[in-house]
């Protein structure tokens, strides 16, 4: 797996200089599109140079890229990316973000359960509801990576900013739970006494409110020390470093949600020391170790979805109900928006402006193919990652390429 990861890492340093010399796309959408045309140009040639072929299979697989995401780079992506989320900011979203992260995302997994499972059902694929509610769950959380850079290149609202960054962090955490809880009941006998709803809920109450109360001790405990070392930088590194590894090891001993108690902790930690005013050694060097690790492990993971495709079958029915579940992911992401932001009072003159950027800017990312590689072969598997990775794809790069010119065109008007 080291091995694996080595070369994985040597390829995406290199992708990232060719996208920063050439292409001068956004990072994540340059590193996506180049590792597919790897992934095309080894196919092509397995004829020609099969053992190597079979060598660059085994890469993939050998990185698991599942365990590599969920136990490893999801906790610093979440840590870092919450670091620099102001919390007064928040506190004026607070709302809408919670509605999004929340409701909408329960909304968005009904939707996309239901209608994929009638779609498979129209194509005579076999696809239970229960393994379609599966789907509707890992695929509804957003991925603010992709977007945000974009997005404030068109100069959007700074409030909209806050919702579309302050969901997507909180809804990675809340889609995990969802989708754990459905889960359980996928596996759950049928004898079984237990309902969805009381499994589901037990399960939200234990990992979200869990992870969260987790996060803000840990958050806490974290800013003291810092606060207490403040003369000695590289250890304030390091605690942070042992907040991240350990406290999500810990996170799964104790049961609740790892990437929600991240999220807290670190925006904890980066308000209370106020990170953002980047002042003094020990802030500086948090802000550049944290920035840092961010693009690499975000490097690390665009060129591992771009790679891992060739390990699918080219199916037609697959793909087909694929191209149709990126049109009802985008359905559910509007209604899911929709619904929530209407119960709330805005200040925008036209909210629907909002909506719409917030629909075409939720992107789907690795959390979501992650969560499909978890799944074994009896519920689904094959079918859920096919079409994932269809979504995925066409989000990031279709969604991803085209949400800059949406804004600017919307707040144009």
Request: proline share 2%.
């Amino acid at each position: 797996m080291f091995q694996s990861f080595s070369i994985i890492f040597l390829i995406a340093a290199f992708f990232s200089y060719v996208n920063y010399k050439w292409l001068k796309l956004p990072s994540t959408i340059g590193l996506m599109i180049l590792a597919l045309s790897m992934v095309v140009l080894i196919t092509l040639t397995k004829n020609i140079f099969p053992a190597f072929y079979l060598y660059f299979c085994d890469l993939v697989i050998n990185t698991d890229f599942r365990s590599l995401l969920m136990d490893g780079m999801l906790s610093f992506l979440l840590f870092a990316g919450s670091l620099h989320v102001n919390i007064d900011d928040l506190k004026k979203e607070r709302k809408s973000i919670l509605l999004f992260a929340t409701f909408g995302v329960l909304i968005s997994t009904t939707i996309v359960g239901f209608l994929t499972f009638y779609l498979a059902q129209s194509l005579s694929i076999e696809l239970p509801l229960i393994h379609a509610l599966l789907f509707g769950a890992l695929i509804s959380p957003t991925d603010p990576i992709a977007v945000m850079s974009i997005l404030k290149k068109a100069n959007i609202q700074k409030s909209l900013g806050v919702k579309i960054e302050g969901e997507s962090l909180f809804n990675d955490g809340i889609g995990v739970v969802v989708f754990s809880g459905l889960l359980i009941v996928a596996r759950l006998d049928e004898n079984s006494n237990e309902s969805l709803s009381s499994t589901i809920g037990e399960l939200f109450l234990m990992e979200a409110v869990g992870g969260i109360v987790y996060g803000l001790i840990l958050g806490y405990i974290g800013y003291r020390v810092i606060k207490s070392i403040n003369e000695n930088p590289q250890l304030a590194v390091l605690i942070s470093l042992a907040i991240v590894i350990g406290g999500y090891a810990i996170a799964s001993i104790l049961h609740v949600s790892g990437p929600l108690a991240m999220v807290v902790s670190g925006m904890v930690i980066g308000n209370k020391i106020n990170i953002a005013s980047n002042k003094g050694m020990t802030r500086k060097m948090l802000n550049n170790f944290w920035e840092v690790l961010d693009d690499v492990f975000n490097a690390i993971l665009f060129v591992l979805i771009g790679l891992s495709i060739h390990l699918l079958k080219f199916d037609s029915l697959y793909l087909t109900l694929g191209f149709l579940s990126v049109l009802v992911v985008l359905l559910a992401r509007f209604i899911s928006v929709l619904l929530p932001y209407s119960l709330l009072k805005h200040e925008e003159s036209k909210p629907i402006k909002t909506v719409a950027i917030l629909t075409w800017g939720g992107l789907r990312g690795g959390i979501s193919i992650a969560l499909a590689l978890s799944l074994s072969e009896d519920l689904s598997a094959e079918i859920i990652l096919y079409i994932t990775y269809v979504v995925v794809l066409v989000s990031v790069i279709v969604q991803g390429l085209s949400v800059g010119k949406v804004a600017k065109k919307i707040y144009s008007e």
